[in-house]
């Protein structure tokens, strides 16, 4: 079994796989295969497209016949509104067909950018990902690499003459958010997959994706009050605790992952510490999938602001996306603040100013517009240094500072927050706003005018 043939049928369903093109050969040489396989199935009965480029047909180069085999396969998935997986195996292009095929490739480019946000794309990394093929590949929605993979643009000797050691690999590009799951082996990478396409919408116009989990809705969780971090916060909001997550080495601050709540699958976005320029990056890109295909997305926050000390000079634009991710967004955004919650990473990570339809707050939460101790230092400077200690005055404003300005009741008072909730009925209130939210998904009510007063 060729390796492409094997890729398919650990992909689909058994039984389900239909080729499509199996005769397209280079030029009219019945000898050149095109270097593909291309088709349609079902995985767990929904139907999804695919594509496998075969390593040993020259090293999986792309050349015309390939890019129009598969740009075909596109164009049935668009119109079916079903999921694309692209199985990338592929050195390069076939130098020898010359400045043609650079043209196919952006014909092939173009067509992966028209499918970007109507149906997910997800790309399987397998034996080696390079040049043009790895951009193609970043294009898609999510990238699944084997850990024994090669992805890159730059030849890894080039870059290692450069000084990075690590080029190359499948772990350097996870390091750096260009894939978003390494797996272990090929068979793994494929099941992986499998089980994303299946909990993910079809298409952008079907709304609400569902997802088998046997959960109780109202589940409580009361453990929520002694979470360490945003992960473990999330795993108790998820059903059956799981979630997956996506780009897990790039940005450890932020968590990006896709999981089910009441069974519907949700997009969970992490705040657990200092907001830098690469957690806005990675969230901003996640918000911007979620949006394409109305996946509920649910903000869970425990930070101290900005990151002010990585001095930064990309942070500026970075927060501008982040911001326009957030107030550009339609689908359903619930937030929830676990611990605390100052100044631009209060704003910045789904407030209601930025169009969070429902945000909640942990009983201990604190949300303040500086940190308590910066606030205490700009208000009460003075006072401080006047003391006879200055530092048991610093505790006691702290102290009160906390118990009376912080506290999440007050941010309710002025309309910032919606409400503060207890720890056990935290998932069944996420749950109930999401199901609440079903109907934004739709868009605005078609309306002609409001009824003439009598």
């Not at 049935?76 to 692209?86: D, E, R, S, T, Y």
């Not at 101790?373 to 003075?382: G, K, L, T, Y």
Request: charged content about 20%.
């Amino acid at each position: 079994m060729s390796n492409t043939n094997k890729s398919i049928s650990l992909l689909f369903d058994e039984g389900t796989f239909v080729e499509t093109g199996a005769y397209i050969t280079v030029g009219n040489d019945d000898s050149k295969k095109s270097g593909a396989t291309c088709g349609y199935g079902a995985i767990n009965g929904a139907l999804v497209f695919a594509f496998a480029q075969d390593f040993s047909v020259e090293k999986g180069a792309l050349g015309r016949a390939q890019a129009e085999k598969i740009c075909a396969l596109y164009d049935m998935a668009l119109k079916n509104g079903a999921p694309v997986i692209g199985v990338f195996s592929s050195a390069g292009v076939r130098v020898k067909e010359g400045s043609a095929v650079l043209g196919a490739y952006g014909k092939l480019l173009a067509k992966i950018n028209a499918a970007s946000g109507v149906i997910p794309q997800i790309a399987v990394v397998d034996e080696v990902c390079s040049g043009l093929s790895a951009t193609a590949a970043s294009m898609f929605d999510i990238v699944i690499a084997d850990s024994a993979s090669k992805f890159y643009i730059t030849p890894p000797g080039v870059a290692k003459v450069n000084g990075v050691s690590e080029a190359g690999s499948a772990a350097y590009a996870f390091e750096n958010g260009n894939i978003d799951i390494v797996c272990e082996g090929k068979e793994d990478s494929l099941a992986k997959a499998r089980d994303i396409v299946s909990v993910l919408p079809q298409n952008s116009a079907q709304g609400y994706a569902y997802a088998e989990a046997d959960d109780d809705a109202c589940r409580v969780t009361a453990e929520l009050e002694n979470a360490k971090d945003v992960r473990e916060a999330a795993a108790i909001i998820a059903d059956n605790g799981h979630y997956t997550e996506l780009k897990a080495d790039f940005a450890p601050n932020a968590l990006t992952a896709i999981a089910s709540l009441g069974q519907i699958t949700v997009g969970i976005c992490g705040l657990g510490g200092a907001l830098g320029a690469p957690e806005a990056k990675k969230i901003s890109s996640f918000i911007s999938f979620c949006d394409n295909f109305s996946m509920p997305v649910i903000t869970v926050l425990d930070s101290c602001g900005a990151d002010h000390e990585s001095g930064d000079e990309i942070l500026p634009g970075e927060f501008a996306k982040l911001a326009s991710a957030y107030a550009g967004a339609n689908c359903p955004k619930i937030t929830y603040i676990l611990g605390k919650a100052y100044g631009a990473a209060f704003t910045l990570v789904g407030s209601k100013a930025l169009g969070a339809d429902m945000v909640y707050a942990a009983p201990k939460a604190e949300i303040s517009v500086l940190s308590p101790e910066a606030s205490v230092q700009f208000m009460f400077a003075d006072e401080i240094k006047a003391a006879d200690d200055s530092a048991a005055k610093r505790a006691e404003l702290l102290k009160k500072w906390k118990s009376e300005e912080a506290l999440p009741e007050k941010a309710a008072a002025n309309g910032s927050i919606d409400d503060v909730v207890a720890y056990a009925e935290t998932r069944a209130r996420i749950i109930s706003a999401v199901e609440m939210l079903f109907a934004k998904i739709s868009g605005n009510p078609a309306k002609k005018h409001s009824k003439l007063p009598f």
